[in-house]
């Protein structure tokens, strides 16, 4: 039962370029989402989130966009660096006081320099 | 930069042995949780933990498991009779009142039952 999906296991990136990592979910309940950036042998990193009423949430490089209507979000990195090479994570939470968060597969980005 | 931490940092045991993994949250956070990561999956949320009750638990979250806030800074997860299918790594996370559903992550312990 995959309610987050991140349907790019890899990506691979120049460095300098744009990296876009997606993610679609199948629960119409997820009303807020968050991205995680995750190196081996660590534990996720909160990189940006956005709430349901907003379409878009940027933190200077990182800027994340949701689409509701089609149930996918979208996390851009401009430029990308090599330091950002890592297992990139979406995840959702349902609120009404719900706090637990259900993550994607994840896709690893690898920034080339 | 406050952090989560947790230890330790791997832990071997025999299949049918008790384990307890601990964890220290950030001092001001309210909300404590515990996520698991076999290898190759995905990140499972186990339970969430406030107010020093259980407010949300999966399906994985069976009998086996139990959680505890001993004292004002630890927060534990006990496998009662480890199986070889709860080797993974395991997660300690917390976030703070009224912000919103972000959690900040400790490093992981990877268990490993043997």
């Known amino acids: 039962d995959q309610q987050v999906k991140q349907n790019s296991p890899s990506l691979s990136v120049q460095e300098g370029r744009i990296s876009i990592l997606n993610c679609d979910y199948t629960?119409?309940?997820?009303?807020?989402f968050l991205w995680y950036k995750k190196y081996p042998a660590e534990g996720p990193t909160f990189l940006i989130s956005i709430s349901s009423i907003k379409d878009k949430n940027e933190d200077g490089r990182f800027t994340v966009f949701l689409n509701k209507s089609a149930k996918h979000l979208s996390l851009h990195i401009v430029p990308s660096q090599p330091g950002d090479s890592a297992v990139y994570f979406c995840a959702a939470s349902a609120g009404a006081g719900s706090y637990q968060l259900t993550f994607g597969k994840g896709t690893k980005l690898s920034v080339i320099p | 930069e406050p952090e989560v931490t947790q230890t330790p940092s791997h832990q071997v045991t025999q299949m049918g042995q008790e384990v307890i993994l601990r964890c220290v949250p950030i001092s001001n956070h309210l909300y404590f949780y515990w996520y698991r990561q076999i290898l190759g999956q995905k990140v499972e949320f186990l339970v969430s933990f406030y107010n020093n009750e259980i407010s949300e638990k999966s399906e994985i979250f069976d009998d086996q498991f139990s959680v505890e806030r001993p004292d004002g800074s630890n927060f534990t997860l006990k496998i009662r009779s480890t199986k070889l299918e709860d080797s993974a790594m395991y997660f300690c996370?917390?976030?703070?009142?009224?912000?919103?559903?972000?959690?900040?992550f400790g490093q992981g312990t990877r268990l490993t039952v043997v």
């Open positions: 996370a917390s976030t703070p009142l009224g912000v919103g559903p972000e959690a900040f």
């Open positions: 629960n119409s309940m997820f009303d807020y």
